[in-house]
């Protein structure tokens, strides 16, 4: 019997680390579909996507990002530089037809000073003609 449920943990642990795991990437895209949805310039940040880090690589990508291009998004324009509640952020415009979205990664700073807590926002508009 203990052996029995000693296995029916073991199973149930495994099988939520497995869902976690596509839950992550589903919501993900759950966002990015919400913010083309709205496309009101609604900004949605999304500050647990990533883990806290120490080191922030110079050159960076969004997930957010790879999802539009997925989606048959092009990029339009791509910055990255200093923001002013962190040292880093990253910019990028993807476009597919009217639709512009626009992704931002900041690394904020945290209590913690040799940790940042990296972010992603979303925000989709229809271009003006």
Do not use: W
């Not at 883990?51 to 690589?57: F, G, R």
Request: aromatic share 8%; net charge neutral.
């Amino acid at each position: 019997m203990k052996a029995l449920c000693l296995a029916a943990i073991t199973l149930l642990l495994l099988s939520c680390s497995k869902l976690a795991e596509k839950s992550k990437t589903t919501s993900a895209e759950q966002i990015v579909d919400l913010a083309i949805k709205l496309h009101d310039s609604t900004e949605i940040e999304i500050k647990n996507l990533y883990k806290y880090t120490d080191n922030i690589p110079y050159e960076d990508t969004a997930h957010f990002a790879h999802i539009l291009r997925d989606k048959g998004f092009k990029q339009t324009h791509y910055g990255q530089g200093n923001h002013y509640l962190g040292p880093r952020m990253m910019d990028q415009s993807l476009q597919k037809g009217d639709c512009e979205c626009n992704v931002t990664k900041v690394y904020y700073n945290t209590l913690d000073t040799t940790q940042y807590q990296p972010t992603e926002t979303i925000e989709c508009h229809i271009l003006k003609k």
